[in-house]
T-cell receptor, first 113, second 112 residues
Framework: DGGITQSPKYLFRKEGQNVTLSCEQNLNHDAMYWYRQDPGQGLRLIYYSQIVNDFQKGDIAEGYSVSREKKESFPLTVTSAQKNPTAFYLC????????????FGPGTRLTVT | QQQVKQSPQSLIVQKGGISIINCAYENTAFDYFPWYQQFPGKGPALLIAIRPDVSEKKEGRFTISFNKSAKQFSLHIMDSQPGDSATYFCAAGGAGSYQLTFGKGTKLSVIP
């Protein structure tokens, strides 16, 4: 069953703790993305990676970090520096090389109290 | 920041009616315009997409209309069904980048 998996579906953390969200894909896609979704705000790009060992900041990268050590994996760390971390986080992937079709995972809802 | 403006924010349509959602963009270099459908608690799913070399694309009950001169595109859902109730996002991409810029979404409710 091919696709994008995100785990866990729900995540709870205390304020001041770093937390890492998992994103794995078996679609052999080159590009991977992390978005944050808040009610009424649409999808905002946090980070993206077009190739292993390379990634770029999106529009709201402050307080987040990523790594891309393997083609299949693109974990996102929400650090304690992120002021409002409670949100729905979505991972997506795309087959690079001129196509723009992005396919999304099921999302992780992070709640920080 | 390049924007994609989406309207309306919410929409209520009777079963069997036509749902119409509109988007406008600024960057004339955009050359890929997808629509995504998202159900509560799920990730968005690609519904239909268009390139600017055509003015309309139809897939089943879903049609994208594209007006390049006005920098606008819209999603039409014919014979709307309660199962179509979801949030719809338009997006724009291209211009040498693999990023998509998303609209803020339209919550569609189809009532029986």
């Amino acid at each position: 069953d091919g696709g994008i998996t995100q785990s866990p579906k729900y995540l709870f953390r205390k304020e001041g703790q770093n937390v890492t969200l998992s994103c794995e894909q078996n679609l052999n896609h080159d590009a991977m993305y992390w978005y944050r979704q808040d009610p009424g705000q649409g999808l905002r790009l946090i980070y993206y990676s077009q190739i292993v060992n390379d990634f770029q900041k999106g529009d709201i990268a402050e307080g987040y970090s990523v790594s891309r050590e393997k083609k299949e994996s693109f974990p996102l760390t929400v650090t304690s520096a992120q002021k409002n971390p409670t949100a729905f986080y979505l991972c997506a992937s795309a087959l690079a090389g001129g196509t723009y079709e992005q396919y999304f995972g099921p999302g992780t809802r992070l709640t920080v109290t | 920041q390049q924007q994609v403006k989406q309207s309306p924010q919410s929409l209520i349509v009777q079963k069997g009616g036509i749902s119409i959602i509109n988007c406008a963009y600024e960057n004339t270099a955009f050359d890929y315009f997808p629509w995504y459908q998202q159900f509560p608690g799920k990730g968005p799913a690609l519904l239909i997409a268009i390139r600017p070399d055509v003015s309309e694309k139809k897939e089943g009950r879903f049609t994208i209309s594209f007006n390049k001169s006005a920098k606008q595109f819209s999603l039409h859902i014919m014979d709307s069904q309660p199962g179509d109730s979801a949030t719809y996002f338009c997006a724009a991409g291209g211009a040498g980048s693999y990023q998509l810029t998303f609209g803020k979404g339209t919550k569609l409710s189809v009532i029986p």
